[in-house]
Antibody, heavy 121, light 107 residues
């Protein structure tokens, strides 16, 4: 059974750096064809795709946020980390991590419960 | 970025109704289109991938169709548990953009 869980601060100040961790079980990011992505959702708004990392360390970023995002994996800990710099109140959202498979035909099939991040001074 | 546009933004329907939601991509994406259901305070749930493939465990009243730029999610007979917001997402290119959502409400 695949599960994912996001963790990190609930409140960050403007200009600070956000570090979110996705801890997962039921699969390994060293297995060929596996990926983990990050998606966020501002309150009352739509989903926004942020970043994705694959088993082979191939990394993809949203172009509009690429300068602020870093995604990495720690295979031994079954974790994926997302770092977002220069946080702004508009970054207030629920942040989700999710499992996917490599290949264009696959969506995010298993999601974490999400973690709420508020950006405020 | 590929823009995904859903219509309608919201709809009201009754239990038993046939419901259709449309998603249009700003450029061709083949069949690389996914549909999700999201209920309040919950994470999205994958319903359909590759435009028409039903995710394991999803009821057969859900179906997807389309290719190129125009796609449809159909619920053949709306059930009480189907009242939710539905999102399409393209997986053809990075960033793998989502539509703005369609809220299905009780009539």
């Amino acid at each position: 059974q695949i599960t994912l869980k996001e963790s990190g601060p609930t409140l960050v100040k403007p200009t600070q750096t956000l570090t979110l961790t996705c801890t997962f079980s039921g699969f390994s990011l060293s297995t060929s064809g596996v990926g983990v992505g990050w998606i966020r959702q501002p309150p009352g708004k739509a989903l926004e795709w942020l970043a994705l990392i694959y088993w082979d360390d191939d990394k993809r970023y949203s172009p509009s946020l690429k300068s602020r995002l870093t995604i990495s994996k720690d295979t031994s800990k079954n974790q994926v980390v997302l770092i977002m710099t220069n946080m702004d109140p508009v970054d207030t959202a629920t942040y989700y991590c999710a499992h996917t498979k490599a290949g264009l035909m696959y969506g995010f099939d298993i999601w974490g419960q999400g973690t709420v991040v508020t950006v405020s001074s | 970025d590929i823009q995904m546009t859903q219509s309608p933004s919201s709809l009201s329907a009754s239990v038993g109704d046939r419901v259709t939601i449309t998603c249009r991509a700003s450029q061709t994406i083949g069949s690389y289109l996914n549909w999700y259901q999201q209920k309040p305070e919950n994470a999205p749930k994958l319903l359909i991938y590759a435009a028409s493939s039903l995710q394991t465990g999803v009821p057969s009243r859900f179906s997807g169709s389309g290719s190129g730029t125009d796609f449809t999610l159909t619920i053949s007979s709306l059930q009480p548990e189907d009242f939710a917001t539905y999102y399409c997402q393209q997986s053809y290119s990075t960033p793998r953009t989502f539509g703005q959502g369609t809220k299905v409400e009780i009539k």
